[in-house]
């Protein structure tokens, strides 16, 4: 599901919203929760899951095409773990 998907089926299930204030609450959210992990901070949605960062160290890596070894530096990666409720409703039989 995309952003745009995300805000129309929102719309369709709240047809007492406009479209232009789902757009903003939902562009909201978002910007808070990347806010939150530029500064370092956990995001936990409960029942959801949880937003952090992990960081990579630098490596020496492989050019795959020449085979040449290549410095790569170490950087910080964006890190979702699913909370406990979202599994279990995942994986019903």
């Not at 959210?29 to 949880?50: H, M, Y």
């Amino acid at each position: 599901m995309t952003k745009s998907e995300l805000i129309v089926r929102l719309v369709e299930t709240n047809p007492h919203l406009f479209q232009r204030d789902v757009e903003c609450v939902v562009s909201t959210v978002f910007q808070k929760i990347t806010e939150a992990l530029i500064r370092g901070d956990r995001v936990e949605l409960r029942g959801f899951g949880a937003f952090s960062i992990k960081q990579r160290e630098a490596r020496v890596g492989r050019n795959p095409r020449t085979g040449e070894s290549v410095s790569v530096a170490g950087k910080y990666i964006p890190f979702f773990k699913t909370g406990k409720l979202l599994r279990e409703k995942i994986n019903v039989s």
